[in-house]
């Protein structure tokens, strides 16, 4: 395996967000440079990267954060996740509450809880992206590579109004025990290694940006090229199957993948390719799947059809940035549930693009693809840990030609417009 060493070329106070000696890098959200592998803007994540030796015993003790979703993932070298401790899998404290159980406070103070880091890989393959009833065991596999380094992320998506980037609460502490002895933070941390450089392939992360740029503009190609109209909707694809899209040789009968670019395994994604040359504002328009409430502190945790879903418009493989998301609370819906949304760059935000006349609005970065063409972008649909009897879930999509007849109503239809079309098309009124 092809791997780089990189370390920080940052100062600690260089860069905002709260960090600690083992979860040293982060938080990656929609901050301008922290912002890879698809991260969704109201996200935060703290990633961590040691090596534990022989005989030793990692404890991440922390608290439950007042948030919609939480989790511990742990990855290879080449950015594929390898498995999943999400909060609803974790066992609380003796007396605590998890407030992930359906049914349970959300509120309540006593929180706390404590996983084991295992340096081996599972036996078991845990249930992802749907609620199981299996036991976890409070126990997370992280395996070593390359160089016998770890790497593991911990997620905290969209903290109660007023409490990000850590959901009220601090960053899960850590204990090594080691021959005999309990270690502290500081101890466990030069124990692991934990400042060490992070190893990991050239691809991981992104494609290189020429790579990117050679793909997206082959001069047989369409100067739209691969971007079409309507747009095309993608599941989680493996890198064959990504760079099929460009080259013209994809599968439509590609399985789903869990990919690269170190995703969520809770989360299954549609992506589609924007280009602005075929209009100014793309209209997307589907049903929406119902979630928890939570960002404005609801007492309880009431499980739906799905935990989460957003749509986010990122910049471009060559980069993997994203530049801003919606979740599912400030989506306006009508009467049946149905959202419209309109994404465009600021300059061509239609006016009726407004909470009030029921249309949201998306922003696509300004220069578009981040790597050479203003008029790209990428639009990503999350759903989130669907509940078994939601059909029309993401999750549910198996194989790419399946997408439209598994979600049916719940699938974001898409068509481009120009500005006035938008206003004209879509009338919005407002009583003064």
Excluded at 207 to 212: D, H, S
Excluded at 330 to 343: K, Y
Aim: net charge negative; hydrophobic share 35%.
């Amino acid at each position: 395996m092809l791997l780089f060493f990189c370390q920080s070329i940052f100062a600690v106070n260089g860069v905002p967000g709260p960090r600690d000696c083992f979860w040293s890098r982060g938080p990656h959200s929609g901050d301008p440079y922290i912002n890879l592998a698809y991260p969704d803007s109201n996200v935060f994540y703290w990633a961590a990267t040691f090596s534990m030796p022989d005989g030793a015993e990692l404890n991440i003790k922390g608290d439950f954060p007042y948030a919609r979703y939480m989790s511990i993932i742990s990855y290879d070298g080449q950015g594929r996740p390898i498995e999943s401790l999400a909060d609803y899998l974790i066992e609380p404290n003796k007396n605590a509450v998890n407030p992930f159980s359906n049914g349970n406070s959300r509120l309540d103070q006593e929180r706390g809880y404590e996983i084991k880091v295992l340096n081996k890989a599972p036996t078991d393959k845990r249930v992802t992206g749907r609620i199981a009833s299996t036991k976890s065991n409070n126990v997370l596999h992280a395996p070593a590579y390359g160089p016998n380094q770890q790497t593991i992320i911990y997620r905290i998506y969209l903290p109660d109004r007023g409490t990000a980037p850590l959901g009220n609460v601090k960053l899960p502490d850590i204990k090594v025990n080691f021959e005999g002895k309990t270690l502290d933070k500081d101890q466990s941390c030069k124990l692991l290694k934990s400042s060490q450089s992070l190893a990991i392939s050239l691809d991981a992360a992104g494609i290189a940006p020429m790579e990117y740029r050679k793909l997206a503009s082959q001069p047989d190609k369409p100067v739209t090229w691969p971007a079409k109209n309507p747009p095309e909707w993608y599941i989680q694809l493996d890198r064959q199957s990504l760079i099929g899209i460009y080259t013209g040789e994809f599968n439509n009968d590609a399985p789903r993948s869990t990919g690269g670019f170190f995703p969520n395994l809770d989360n299954h994604y549609l992506r589609t390719i924007v280009n602005r040359k075929y209009g100014n504002v793309l209209i997307l328009r589907g049903k929406a799947p119902k979630t928890p409430n939570t960002f404005n502190g609801d007492p309880k945790y009431i499980e739906n059809e799905l935990r989460y879903w957003s749509v986010c418009s990122n910049q471009s493989f060559g980069n993997t940035r994203v530049n801003d998301c919606l979740y599912d609370e400030e989506i306006p819906l009508d009467e049946n549930g149905f959202f419209t949304l309109a994404i465009s760059k600021s300059e061509h935000r239609p006016r009726n693009a407004i909470d009030d006349c029921g249309i949201a609005w998306l922003p696509i970065a300004e220069n578009g693809d981040g790597v050479f063409d203003d008029d790209v972008a990428i639009v990503q649909f999350r759903h989130m840990l669907a509940r078994d009897d939601f059909p029309n879930s993401i999750q549910s999509v198996e194989n790419q030609g399946d997408i439209k007849a598994v979600m049916k109503q719940y699938y974001p239809r898409a068509r481009y417009f120009m500005t006035n079309q938008v206003e004209s098309f879509f009338p919005c009124l407002i009583e003064d």
